[in-house]
């Protein structure tokens, strides 16, 4: 639908401001039910009309992008959904942001998602909880709520997401949309409020794989600004070929992690499918380290998390963050001050990177027998909106998302079906920067 909306946009059967105001008005008349934005951008109809008439029409001319609010977009408001950077207003675009409006996207707000990008809920944001759009008794998931529900609700075209442990991923699963991780060095992270800077990565969210590949194809770049960022040419994800005979890796160990078996069965049989259409074959591997991913990601992210906030003293953004945060946030900058303690030295911190090698290292082995690898994206359905989970099981709620951020590689996820009326997604992850295999493998399992 994105394809054709596109080809209206750029013929001129639609305008992009009537596109933007269409989506201005659903916003204000069904933004309350689901607390999916948390700001528009006023100036969105005057950006819109800017571009009208343009000769040479950008890849993404006149739609509507939905932003997390850990991303700066000059002139909104970068809050992470916290107290803390309830003022902020970012001075300047993060770099994604500069590429989307070089092709003419319009940014049309800022949306809700987990405190600091610290959750799997959609719950724990300071200005509210998002709700799910399609399985409205269940949290939409998170940290990147607003972005899945305002994709799920049809309130934008596309939108940004993070992933530092699944973030994009788990609510692209739950709202039933499609969510990609990228590579780490994908994309560039200059103007991302950092979580872990080690496993951050921007990626795109939208209904169908089309869009997502789109904005991808559009936010991949080498930056000066992140020296992590790749400068090999970046293929067009959005005309990728299905690929023959793939070969499906699935894996025990991380199986063995789902509580409800009834999502394995269901990513199972997606792989046997797929293998089936596809003349490919589904291998069983071992990857034993892979099960070791929350162990190895909550040491990681509470030290570098409480690092990157010690900006956040109260003298130049606002507030000091340690007076104004959720629970959440204050134990993982607790938790974080108290492993990376002189006396802790390589108890922890080393103790994770060197398990990080070893996730990796799996992988990389993994990935010389088979193109992609199927698992699910959470071991259970997401909660009730009125159930709160124990700390260790939120924690425990990332044990098949992690392992990806941990790795570096690439992965996406898009929906397999449903359980008891409520949407499961497939995670397929791929070799690191082989994003066009994602994207290709994704495609085929959305028909
Ligand atoms: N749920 C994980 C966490 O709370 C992942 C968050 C993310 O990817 N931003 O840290």
């Given at each position: 639908m994105i394809k054709e909306k596109i080809e209206n946009l750029k013929s001129g059967r639609l305008t992009p401001t009537e596109n933007i105001r269409q989506f201005l008005d659903k916003i204000k008349k069904e933004n309350k039910k689901i607390n999916a934005f948390l700001e528009l951008n006023e100036a969105a109809l005057q950006q819109a009309k800017a571009i009208e008439g343009k000769k040479d029409k950008g890849k993404l001319y006149g739609l509507a992008i939905g932003v997390k609010a850990n991303i700066c977009v000059q002139g909104l408001t970068a809050s992470c959904a916290s107290r803390t950077l309830k003022a902020y207003r970012s001075p300047y675009d993060a770099d994604v942001i500069k590429r989307i409006k070089e092709e003419d996207g319009i940014i049309i707000g800022v949306l809700n998602c987990d405190e600091f990008a610290c959750g799997v809920s959609g719950q724990t944001s300071a200005f509210g909880p998002t709700l799910n759009p399609v399985a409205p008794d269940h949290v939409p998931g998170g940290s990147s709520?607003?972005?899945?529900?305002?994709?799920?609700a049809g309130l934008c075209d596309l939108a940004l997401g993070s992933d530092t442990g699944g973030s994009i991923r788990n609510p692209a699963s739950h709202c039933k949309v499609v969510g990609i991780k990228p590579t780490y060095g994908r994309v560039s992270r200059y103007g991302l409020i950092d979580l872990a800077m080690s496993l951050d990565q921007i990626g795109p969210m939208a209904k169908e794989v089309y869009g997502a590949a789109l904005l991808l194809e559009v936010i991949s770049a080498h930056s000066q600004n992140d020296p992590i960022t790749v400068k090999e040419k970046i293929p067009s994800y959005t005309k990728v070929k299905p690929i023959q005979k793939p070969r499906i890796g699935v894996v025990q160990e991380l199986e063995g992690l789902v509580s409800d078996k009834r999502i394995v069965n269901l990513i199972r049989e997606k792989a046997m499918e797929f293998a089936d259409n596809m003349q490919g074959k589904v291998i069983e591997l071992n990857l034993s380290h892979t099960k070791l991913g929350v162990q190895t990601y909550y040491p990681l992210l509470f030290v570098e998390f409480f690092s990157g906030t010690r900006k956040f003293?109260?003298?130049?953004?606002?507030?000091?963050?340690?007076?104004?945060?959720?629970?959440?946030?204050?134990?993982?900058?607790?938790?974080?001050?108290?492993?990376?303690k002189a006396e802790y030295k390589g108890a922890y911190y080393r103790k994770a990177l060197r398990t990080k090698n070893l996730i990796k290292e799996d992988f990389e082995k993994a990935f010389?027998?088979?193109?992609?690898?199927?698992?699910?994206?959470?071991?259970?359905?997401?909660?009730?909106?009125?159930?709160?989970?124990?700390?260790?099981?939120?924690?425990?709620?990332?044990?098949?998302?992690?392992?990806?951020?941990?790795?570096?590689?690439?992965?996406?996820?898009?929906?397999?079906?449903e359980i008891d009326g409520v949407p499961v997604g497939v995670q397929v992850i791929a070799p690191s920067f082989k994003e066009d295999v994602l994207v290709s493998v994704m495609k085929s399992l959305e028909k």
């Open positions: 709520s607003g972005s899945a529900a305002a994709v799920a003293d109260g003298r130049k953004y606002a507030e000091k963050i340690e007076d104004t945060c959720g629970e959440e946030v204050l134990r993982r900058i607790i938790g974080g001050r108290e492993i990376s010389k027998n088979v193109d992609v690898i199927f698992v699910p994206v959470t071991p259970a359905l997401p909660t009730k909106i009125t159930e709160k989970l124990a700390v260790e099981d939120a924690y425990a709620f990332d044990a098949l998302t992690v392992p990806a951020n941990l790795a570096g590689v690439c992965a996406g996820v898009v929906n397999a079906g």
